[in-house]
Nanobody
Framework: VQLQASGGGLVQAGGSLRLSCVAS????????FGWFRQAPGKEREFVAA???????YYADAVKGRFTISRDNAKNTVNLLMNSLRPEDTAVYYC???????????????????WGQGTLVTVSS
């Protein structure tokens, strides 16, 4: 299984970025996908998730600014990030897992597969 995340970079506050995660070696349509982030000196935290049904979930800190989506035909999950803030600066990780129950969807422990991370830096 491979999850290849891309799209990170440097952006000014208020700007936008789109992260992509291309998955291989798994049954894409059956996976729940999540994005997590880890800022320097902080623990990894949940950002957003999308189930096989395309139902979406967001952390309060990004709700209304970030949008997660999936394209089953391209084995790709995207995270569109608008109105970026300096506090969004972090390494962003794509994760996947089958049969994640709703109560665990925000827990990194529930995800079996992880990508390498992509750095997002938001300047003020």
């Amino acid at each position: 299984v491979q999850l290849q995340a891309s799209g990170g970079g440097l952006v000014q506050a208020g700007g936008s970025l789109r992260l992509s995660c291309v998955a291989s070696g798994l049954t894409f349509s059956r996976q729940t996908f999540g994005w997590f982030r880890q800022a320097p000196g902080k623990e990894r935290e949940f950002v957003a998730a999308i189930r096989y049904s395309s139902t979406t979930y967001y952390a309060d800190a990004v709700k209304g600014r970030f949008t997660i989506s999936r394209d089953n035909a391209k084995n790709t999950v995207n995270l569109l990030m608008n109105s970026l803030r300096p506090e969004d600066t972090a390494v962003y990780y794509c994760a996947a897992g089958p049969s994640i129950i709703l109560s665990n969807i925000r827990s990194s422990d529930a995800y079996a597969y992880w990508g390498q991370g992509t750095l997002v830096t938001v300047s003020s």
